[in-house]
């Protein structure tokens, strides 16, 4: 990934991990480009690993370092999704702090569609345009 392909406001908002920011909507829209090609690219170096794990026994011996690889591999989605800012629910799963909740985003969805409040789970995630219609939240008006 070059970083010459990134605009500057991207590249200042990269941060330590575990810091944590609040995100407006274009805000995040901005970062979502970065962390597709992030969460594309763990996907896809993901993906033998899963397929042959589910080509083995769970008592396979073999098993052993591919759940190690596949560990390795996520932890640095992770952390590289975390210096962004944001916060994972899960994998490939993502969401943008506003201060009401989060913008959330799933791979390989194109764009972000769907807020959910802090008390609900990703799976409880509703279309941005119905949270905007009925809250105005300010995180979508800066």
């Known amino acids: 990934m070059e970083l010459d392909t990134f605009s500057a406001e991207v590249i ?9 920011r ?10 979502l ?9 763990s996907a896809q170096e993901l993906s033998p690993c899963q397929e042959q794990m589910s080509n083995l026994l769970d008592c396979d011996p073999r098993q052993e370092p591919l759940r190690e690889d596949f560990e390795q ?22 969401g943008f702090d506003t201060g009401d ?10 764009r972000l569609a769907y807020f959910r409040y802090y008390a609900e789970s990703f ?9 905007i219609e009925e809250q105005q939240p300010e995180w979508a008006h800066q």
């Open 12 to 20: 200042a908002s990269i941060s330590h991990p575990g810091e944590a």
């Open 22 to 31: 609040q995100f407006s909507l274009s805000e995040a829209k901005q970062v």
């Open 33 to 41: 480009p970065v962390l597709r090609k992030i969460t594309q690219a």
């Open 73 to 94: 591999i996520v932890r640095k989605w992770i952390s590289q999704v975390q210096r962004l800012g944001l916060r994972v629910s899960g994998l490939w799963e993502v």
């Open 101 to 110: 909740g989060y913008l959330c985003w799933r791979y390989p969805e194109l």
């Open 123 to 131: 799976s409880r995630r509703r279309p941005i345009a119905q949270v």
